[in-house]
């Protein structure tokens, strides 16, 4: 998963952690989603339709349809071969549109058509794993979890968050480092700096807000070559 190149940096302690994030906070201070929704069910098909695409492909395609589907209930009326129509300029466009459709039924029989607030139950819908559950339940309640995409895995290692080999590893284990003043929009700050600075082939390091911070092995080398 983690090239030669993409080696961890030395893992920092806690202050350095806490500076980190009082940057981050300073630049940002109430980051949030890129992705487009009106209440907390739209969040939640949102985000289960972003895996494997980017939010702007999703909020293109939503934008279509949110207007008129805002619940459980309206979606299953609508059914699964509307939405596939909907949502064919995404990837996995079949698979999502069926696993929202049979969400939003388990929605209607199980959690009066709200969305549950619980790790568990979120999990427990169909096409929602850990990473979707973490981001549905952080936005939207500000639970103390961090939902590790490539971007979050890539950008933890480089600043000596963790060095934790696996997504799963690393979602279990940043929110023990991470001060609880900054855990709430750890994730959002984490995704957008990985997603518009610390991009994966070309690190931005020269507009980075803490560039001083990073003992990125290869970030000297980035910067020869920009």
């Not at 939503?62 to 995404?90: H, Y």
């Not at 929110?175 to 997603?195: E, N, S, V």
């Not at 518009?196 to 001083?212: D, F, L, M, N, R």
Request: hydrophobic fraction near 45%; aromatic fraction near 6%.
């Amino acid at each position: 998963m983690v090239s030669k190149l993409e080696r961890p940096a030395r893992r920092k302690n806690t202050t350095e952690i806490a500076a980190l994030f009082a940057s981050f906070q300073a630049a940002s201070p109430h980051p949030t989603t890129e992705l487009a929704y009106g209440n907390p069910y739209q969040l939640l098909i949102a985000v289960v339709m972003s895996a494997q695409t980017t939010d702007v492909a999703v909020n293109k395609a939503t934008t279509a349809f949110f207007p008129r589907i805002q619940t459980p209930a309206q979606m299953v009326a609508w059914g699964e071969d509307n939405l596939k129509s909907a949502i064919r300029t995404i990837g996995l466009y079949q698979t999502k549109a069926r696993n929202v459709v049979a969400l939003s039924k388990l929605l209607l029989e199980h959690h009066t058509g709200e969305v549950p607030r619980t790790m568990a139950a979120l999990e427990a819908l169909p096409g929602v794993g850990h990473k979707t559950a973490s981001v549905v339940a952080n936005t939207l309640w500000g639970a103390p979890v961090v939902a590790v995409d490539t971007h979050v895995f890539r950008v933890a290692r480089r600043l000596g968050l963790s060095r934790a080999s696996t997504p799963a590893a690393m979602a279990a284990e940043l929110p023990t480092r991470i001060p609880k003043t900054y855990l709430r929009d750890a994730h959002h700050w984490l995704i957008l700096h990985g997603r518009y600075v610390c991009k994966a082939p070309t690190p931005q390091c020269s507009c980075c807000a803490v560039e001083k911070m990073c003992q990125f092995s290869a970030k000297a080398m980035v910067n020869h070559s920009a």
